[in-house]
T-cell receptor, first 111, second 113 residues
Framework: DAKTTQPPSMDCAEGRAANLPCNHSTISGNEYVYWYRQIHSQGPQYIIH???NNETNEMASLIITEDRKSSTLILPHATLRDTAVYYCIVRVEAAGNKLTFGGGTRVLVKP | DTGVSQDPRHKITKRGQNVTFRCDPI?????LYWYRQTLGQGPEFLTYFQNEAQLEKSRLLSDRFSAERPKGSFSTLEIQRTEQGDSAMYLC???????????FGPGTRLTVT
């Protein structure tokens, strides 16, 4: 699976949009971009994933650049409960394929 | 459905003792994963089961570690002769056919003194 690069930390104001970048310049054509988050003392939680089109669900939006070498996770209206470590993962869609986590971005939402 | 559960949530043991953790996946999920997470790091893959078959093991899984999934339902992870370096959070995740996300349990935090 391709390696990802994320900033180690970022702050965000409550109620504002949080934009989390991820670089994956060596991504292959059949690799998807996944985002998970891990709130303190909990297991990771799936947020969203995509291949090349932008995706949106009730939690977030995922914007993938045309060359697929980078992406941005957008939390449209950050709340204090969004404080967590956010992981960007690229992986092939295959049965049994494990998740390879990097260091993630530690996001602190401030009042 | 109550999600993935793990037991115990916390375990403190002395170096050299054996410990066993249990994971109960979501009932219809046929795939089960174990990960280990040390402080400040992302989770690292340990092993993967499809039904009762253990299909992949990380080189992190030394011969002191053994995992089972009898009957393709719950799974156990045993660590023999624990070392201080085994102190970590042990996470279990499950998923099923046609499901793209892995569902994680709350983890078992192991402290080896």
């Amino acid at each position: 699976d391709a390696k990802t690069t994320q900033p180690p930390s970022m702050d965000c104001a409550e109620g504002r949009a949080a934009n989390l970048p991820c670089n994956h310049s060596t991504i292959s054509g059949n690799e998807y971009v996944y985002w998970y988050r891990q709130i303190h003392s909990q297991g990771p939680q799936y947020i969203i994933h995509g291949l090349k089109n932008n995706e949106t669900n009730e939690m977030a939006s995922l914007i993938i650049t045309e060359d697929r070498k980078s992406s941005t996770l957008i939390l449209p209206h950050a709340t204090l409960r969004d404080t967590a470590v956010y992981y960007c993962i690229v992986r092939v869609e295959a049965a049994g394929n494990k998740l390879t986590f990097g260091g993630g971005t530690r996001v602190l939402v401030k009042p | 459905d109550t999600g993935v559960s793990q037991d115990p949530r916390h375990k403190i043991t002395k170096r050299g003792q054996n410990v066993t953790f249990r994971c109960d996946p979501i009932s219809e999920h046929n795939r089960l994963y174990w990960y280990r997470q040390t402080l400040g790091q992302g989770p690292e893959f340990l092993t993967y089961f499809q039904n009762e078959a253990q299909l992949e093991k990380s080189r992190l899984l030394s011969d002191r570690f053994s995992a089972e999934r009898p009957k393709g339902s719950f799974s156990t992870l045993e660590i023999q002769r624990t070392e201080q370096g085994d102190s970590a959070m042990y996470l279990c995740a499950s998923t099923g056919s046609g499901i793209y996300e892995q569902y994680f349990g709350p983890g078992t935090r192991l402290t080896v003194t």
